[in-house]
């Protein structure tokens, strides 16, 4: 067995290293859930668990009445509290490239990097699925490893309708991730908790994205819908 | 080595083969961008996947996939990037495309009904004791009236082969499904401008006008026009503003959401027409030369279609429909987008003209960033072919709709009921207008339990839907990735041609539509005396496409079937650049569209023994080739004329109006305060009726609560999750509420998809069916993954709610024009409960006959055609239309 080494170091502008990082553009995002099928069929995931999701939420009131996609994945962290989290060295980050994955072999199902996700990104998979024979472990977003290794997109922006979802290495300037992060106005989700996430959004509301904020709508009023985009948020 | 370790002992299976693929993955990442795709590689096996290229069907847009295969299985789905309209991507439907060949409830051998109609009880027979019996019943048929043979279809993309078994028939009752979709959008167009839809430039356009269509989540060309959309939007600063009932994904999104009363857009689009030429903002040039009508008639007919006029029906203010008139003219490119919001009410037709005319007046017709005309690429028929069929057949072209190009399908078990036309033998083929149509069940359901209308119903379908549940044999079809089909449709600016090929074997005893329909005739002239089978001489769907592409020019130039084979799709334009996501040429630069089709110039050759009359109009052999214009020779618009015809004289010999109008839908005039609109729509992850048993889809969305605007919620005292019973003049159905900011006062909405009562476990019973009942009773294999479901709600079903309405011009079905109450739900009612009544839903069908050419209503709607003559001054066409 190999071993790997787990880092928590920063690979953001390290010299020789690769830091693979995804910008979500939500002018661009129609919603589709184009991404969230094509992840599933991509890993064969099971029916009641997600590597990306895409909640929604409705502001306004009618007639001036906005509708609002986040695009939801593993943020692939430069400093990600699962790998801390991890008793058995299950959940590392992959020095080159900065993925975070998961040894389904070292994985003993303990649900310590769920619970320390602040991004709810991780799952246990179920005892079925349909061909794949990695089951009861923790599973989450490779940011396609498998793909990008060979030099193709992850497969949620291979399909991307409207262009959203843009992954490069944010370490070599002239990629369009480096250059729409240095040029855009981006956000991440919960900054304060300190992950540096590598997951950057264009055009995302504070106020709809970050707890607290949705208690100025009437309870009653779009209750999954807030759910959905706070929970996870 | 960085890769993830898979070594341990009866955790994984890898093969050595696998292992070794993981091991030459490389250690140090290239210094490149990543590819946008064509490839795919197992994430745990590490294998790549092998790619066939095919045209999705999961709807009817027709992207370019890939589909992958590893082990022997599809396991993804992708996006073709050599395609120039799908550029490599897929919707969420077509990522999910394998499930329809690996749905555990697929139906895989011949099935013969046990007990009564729709029982349940099958039987397993072989395929010649199917054939057998259908060709015993087609002989009888035969003998009694070729006609007394009905085909109905849905979603027919066989390329010709339905036409062909049913001329090879004789019977010319084809019957398709096109009047519960856009019929009226079609027909709004054509006789203007020849084509039933347009292309718009979104890419590359300023300004979108959208009426009704929710292009981000479905219609005509979602993939494609989305991408291009966003491009125009993002890249271009374009401004997309849009006219429509409720918050759709697209409403959602747009620059601005305009809520306009159901059924009024064209009352809007004639009122901002009003404004271009009352402020002279039009482009006369454009009207003078390309259309029927000078400007002077123009502003004089438009004068009447204030904004004043159009806001109180309308709801929408008089300064905005007054902003957005200067906005849309004084923006150069801008073009309109329309789908089924203006298209599907009683006079759908009028309101697409109206829609039609923005682009028209303001020259953005043909533009770069415009309204384009559609471009497609056709294919030859295997020869010899069938003769058309003798006598024409009522059902296929009622005499009451001249006008409807595409049929009045919806009408369809009414006719039979009053005995219009004998049916004997009723095929069916990727319809289920038991579930599909106005009064589904309680119409379409009646029709089908009925065996004396109906004395055999053979249903050609993979799937126990709700009208295969009625049938008496069903034969096994192929889903997509099974099968071979020809493909074109205008879904960019680009034309093409595409194929569909099997990805896998035909699983279990499945076989493909058109080997079906071969077998069929077959089986009824075995020994070809009866002149049928000669035109069904093919050995397998392969060699039934070569006859399609093997000479087509430019095709057979590059290898005809053998390069569709391998690329799925010709011409290949360009690469597709994974910076910018656009197809580009060897310089790098996105390749441009061709513009400006109508001013193609007539060559001498095709001027020879030309005459060019008094208006320009070149014609040659008695028919209009082209339009003279400042010395040259055009070939115009694919019209009659070779003009837009701003005035359709055709719709004038029917007492319809010729010019653009509007009618307020009447029952809508009268409507109570209590009395609200029930409207219902497509969402981003399912289609119409095939898709609530794919799981990943299914999973998204599996209910459809009805929306109530908040402060209509308020009034009746209802929230959400709350049960309500929504009740028209034809039934009730009992449902939970949503109730939010993003709809119309006066409207009510519930989308389809949902509600099944059939087409196998997940859609119909959801949890609780999947675990009380097997999977496999007809053949096929498990899904362990169908375990993990863990909803228990499959919504409810609107149809059986909705008359029938039809379009007097364009015979489309009026889906959003149903007057309901909302009630809270009573001690008595039950989630779910979706009853229609029969009787009822006859007495709309009389009601909506009232309103054709023929009708008591029609004089009534048209007082501004006092000089038309009546039904009886219009001669009869001779072999319908």
Request: aromatic share 10%; hydrophobic share 35%.
């Amino acid at each position: 067995m190999t071993e790997k080494l787990t880092s928590s170091s920063e690979t953001r502008g390290v010299q020789g290293k690769k830091r693979y990082a995804m910008v979500i553009d939500l002018r661009r995002c129609i919603g589709c859930d184009a991404c969230m099928v094509a992840c599933k069929a991509e890993f064969d995931v099971p029916v009641g668990v997600f590597r990306t999701w895409v909640p929604y939420r409705v502001t306004g009131t009618y007639p001036n009445v906005k509708k609002h996609f986040l695009p939801r994945l593993c943020n692939h962290c430069d400093d990600p509290p699962c790998v801390r989290a991890c008793p058995v060295g299950a959940t590392y980050k992959e020095e080159d490239g900065g993925f975070v994955l998961q040894r389904y072999e070292r994985c003993i199902g303990c649900k310590a990097c769920m619970a320390s996700c602040p991004y709810n990104a991780r799952f246990m998979l179920p005892d079925n699925r349909t061909y794949t024979e990695v089951t009861n472990v923790v599973d989450k977003c490779t940011f396609c490893y498998h793909r990008v290794t060979e030099g193709l997109a992850p497969a949620c922006v291979q399909t991307c309708i409207g262009r959203a979802r843009i992954f490069g290495d944010l370490n070599d300037p002239n990629s369009e991730v480096a250059q729409l992060v240095a040029t855009q106005p981006v956000q991440v989700l919960r900054p304060e908790e300190g992950t540096k996430p590598n997951v950057f959004y264009i055009g995302a509301d504070r106020n709809l994205t970050e707890h607290g904020r949705a208690v100025y709508d009437t309870p009653e009023v779009l209750e999954e819908d807030r759910k959905n985009f706070t929970d996870a948020g | 080595m960085k890769t993830i370790d898979l070594s341990r002992r009866g955790f994984l299976k890898v093969g050595a083969a696998t292992t070794a693929a993981a091991a030459a993955a490389p250690t140090v990442l290239e210094a490149m961008e990543v590819e946008v795709g064509g490839k795919d590689f197992g994430p745990v096996t590490k294998a790549e996947r092998k790619a066939i290229p095919i045209t999705c069907h999961v709807c009817n847009i027709q992207d370019g996939a890939l589909a992958f295969v590893e082990n022997g299985r599809v396991v993804k789905l992708e996006g073709n990037p050599e395609h120039v309209s799908t550029r490599g991507r897929l919707c969420a439907k077509g990522n999910a495309g394998m499930w329809y060949s690996y749905d555990p409830d697929r139906i895989l051998y011949p099935l013969k009904r046990a007990g009564k109609r729709g029982e349940g009880k099958w039987k397993r027979i072989t395929w010649d004791e199917a054939l057998a019996e259908i060709a015993k019943k087609l002989d009888a048929a035969l003998q009694e009236d070729p006609n007394s043979i009905m085909l109905k279809y849905g979603r027919n993309r066989s390329g010709g082969a339905i036409d062909r078994f049913m001329q090879t028939l004789g019977s010319a009752t084809v019957v398709n499904h096109t009047s519960v979709c856009e019929s009226s959008k079609k027909v709004g167009m054509e006789p203007t401008w020849g084509p039933d839809i347009e292309t718009p430039d979104f890419a590359n356009t300023k300004y979108i006008l959208n009426f009704g269509s929710n292009i981000m989540e479905a219609a005509y060309f979602h993939n494609p026009y989305s991408q291009r959309l966003t491009e125009g939007m993002a890249d271009n600063k374009a401004k997309l503003v849009t006219f429509d009932v409720r918050l759709s994904n697209t409403a959602g999104r747009s620059d601005e959401w305009i809520p306009v009363f159901p059924g009024t857009d064209g009352a809007v689009a004639l009122a901002i027409g009003h404004v271009i030429l009352r402020e002279d903002l039009q482009d006369s040039d454009f009207i003078e030369t390309w259309t029927n009508v000078t400007v002077a008639e123009l502003k004089n007919h438009y004068k009447q279609y204030t904004p004043e006029w159009a806001s109180k029906l309308s709801g929408v203010p008089v300064a905005t429909i007054e902003r957005i008139a200067r906005e849309f003219a004084q923006t150069k490119p801008a073009t309109t987008y329309t789908y089924r919001g203006p298209a599907k009410h009683l006079y759908g037709s009028y309101n697409e003209k109206a829609c039609m005319m923005l682009p028209i007046m303001t020259g953005n017709i043909e533009v770069r960033g415009g309204y384009c005309l559609p471009r497609g690429m056709s294919w030859p028929q295997p020869q010899p072919a069938p003769p058309k069929p003798a006598k024409p057949s009522y059902l296929a072209h009622p005499d009451e709709y001249p006008l409807a190009a595409h049929k009045v399908s919806h009408l369809v078990p009414f006719w039979i009921a009053e005995g219009k036309q004998k049916i004997n033998v009723y095929f069916t083929y990727q319809d289920n207008p038991v579930y599909t149509n106005p009064g589904s069940d309680a119409v379409w359901g009646k029709l089908f339990r009925d065996e004396k209308l109906i004395p055999f119903l053979v249903s050609m379908s993979p799937f126990m839907g709700e009208e295969t549940a009625l049938a008496d044999i069903i034969l096994p079809d192929c889903p997509y990735l099974e099968r071979w089909e020809p493909e074109s449709m205008p879904n960019s600016l680009w034309p093409w041609l595409g194929i569909r090929q099997p990805v896998i074997k035909p699983l279990g005893e499945s076989r493909e539509n058109r080997i079906i329909l071969r077998d069929i005739i077959h089986a009824l002239d075995k020994d070809g005396s009866r002149g049928m089978k000669k035109y069904w001489e093919f050995k397998d769907g392969e060699e039934y496409m070569r006859h399609h592409f093997d000479n087509v020019p430019g095709l057979k130039e590059a290898g005809g079937l053998e390069f569709l084979k391998k690329h799925g799709v010709y011409p290949i334009y360009g690469k597709l650049d994974p910076k910018s996501g656009q197809v580009v040429d060897k310089t790098g630069r996105p390749i441009q569209p061709e513009f400006g089709l109508h001013k193609k110039q007539l060559s001498s050759e095709d001027m020879t023994g030309a005459a060019v009359d008094a208006k320009g109009i070149i014609t040659k052999n008695g028919k209009a080739i082209g339009v003279q214009r400042n010395g040259k020779n055009y070939v115009g618009f694919p019209t009659g004329n070779r003009l837009v015809n701003v005035r359709v004289d055709e719709w004038a010999d029917f007492g319809f109006n010729p010019m653009p109008t509007f009618k307020q839908i009447p029952w809508h005039k009268e409507m109570k305060d209590d009395e609200l609109i029930l409207t219902t729509y497509k969402i981003n992850v399912h289609k119409q009726s095939r898709t609530a048993a794919v799981k990943w889809l299914a999973e998204i969305m599996h209910s459809n609560p009805v929306w109530i605007n908040s402060a209509t919620g308020r009034k009746l005292g209802v929230k959400t999750g709350d049960l309500v019973r929504v009740e028209s003049k034809v039934g009730y159905l009992v449902t939970k509420a949503y109730v939010f900011e993003g709809i119309h006062p006066r409207v009510v909405a519930i989308p389809t998809a949902f509600g099944h009562w059939a087409y196998g476990r997940l859609a119909s019973g959801a949890r609780a069916k999947l675990r009380s009942e097997k999977a496999g009773s007809w053949g096929a294999n498990d899904d362990p993954d169908l375990k993990n479901v863990w909803w228990d709600d499959k919504g409810v079903h609107p149809n059986n709610i909705i008359p029938v309405v039809a379009d007097p011009i364009g015979g489309s079905q009026g889906w959003y024009d149903t007057v309901v109450q909302v009630k809270k739900a009573g001690p008595s009612d039950k989630y779910g409960d979706s009853v229609g009544y029969w009787d009822k839903h006859v007495d709309a069908f009389k009601e909506t006959m009232r309103y054709a050419y023929t009708g008591d209503k029609h004089r009534e709607m048209h007082p501004e055609m006092s000089s038309w003559k009546g039904p009886g001054s219009v001669k009869k066409k001779e072999g319908g239309h």
